[in-house]
């Protein structure tokens, strides 16, 4: 049996990061996102940080008026994140765990621990007919919440296995490749839809796509990395064709 398509998500924040690392206007996280879409991708991903260390409100609400592939606005879940959310309403919110001191998303949400907190979130977004994703690890008891609260959609944080594969830790990354695998099949079989993200490269991207259950990826940094040497639109381009090569592997 053919594996469902997968899609590919790609993240602009990071584009806004070099942004305002000098002021101004240029780069435009915008025209990125554009330029992405044309490439190929299936939606555009955007972080908007209660610090607006990358993402600030106006890109939020350009990328929604002018972009047309669907939007996926990552937020905690805070009331002025869901306040901008509501007026915003983008085609998706996924909810993160969102630190000041850290440099990037560290972990998967805590969706067990922090029920009571989530559940008014989930509840209000879904009422407005946004459709909600968790950023979770992929431990049982996390999908479970997120079966409990609701939310359609689990993303599960590749991050782990990414850094164990990259740093060559190789008993560490089969374990958390087990563990994904199982994730997956997991969230799969209480009818959640799957998604994955956070540190994937070509490579990784390649090999997690064999995995039927997961149906997007969500990629940012790497790929404006590599656009500085490749070009946006040449990254995006390599990278759904490495996800092609993986999906191939899933239904050979």
Not at 133 to 146: C, R, T
Not at 147 to 176: K, Y
Request: charged share 25%; net charge negative.
């Amino acid at each position: 049996m053919k594996p469902p398509s997968l899609r590919l998500g790609v993240n602009v924040d990071h584009v806004a990061t070099i942004r305002n690392a000098r002021g101004g206007r240029h780069p435009d996280p915008v025209r990125a996102a554009k330029l992405a879409i044309a490439a190929g991708c299936d939606g555009i991903t955007a972080h908007l940080r209660e610090d607006r260390r990358h993402i600030n409100d106006d890109d939020i609400a350009r990328l929604k008026a002018e972009i047309d592939k669907p939007l996926n606005m990552e937020m905690a879940a805070t009331e002025e994140m869901l306040a901008i959310a509501l007026r915003t309403k983008p085609h998706a919110v996924c909810l993160v765990p969102e630190k000041r001191t850290e440099r990037t998303t560290e972990g998967g949400l805590d969706a067990d621990g922090q029920r009571a907190q989530l559940a008014p979130v989930v509840h209000a977004l879904k009422h407005a007919g946004i459709r909600v994703s968790l950023f979770v690890g992929a431990q049982p008891a996390q999908i479970e919440a997120a079966v409990a609260l609701g939310a359609p959609v689990v993303e599960l944080h590749t991050g782990a296995w990414c850094d164990a594969l990259n740093e060559g830790r190789a008993r560490e990354a089969e374990a958390e490749w087990q563990l994904l695998r199982a994730g997956a099949a997991l969230a799969k079989s209480y009818g959640l839809e799957v998604h994955a993200g956070h540190g994937l490269d070509y490579a990784s991207a390649e090999t997690i796509a064999v995995l039927p259950e997961i149906v997007e990826l969500n990629i940012g940094h790497y790929l404006i990395g590599e656009a500085v040497f490749e070009g946006l639109a040449e990254t995006v381009r390599f990278m759904l064709a490495a996800m092609e090569r993986g999906r191939a592997k899933a239904g050979a």
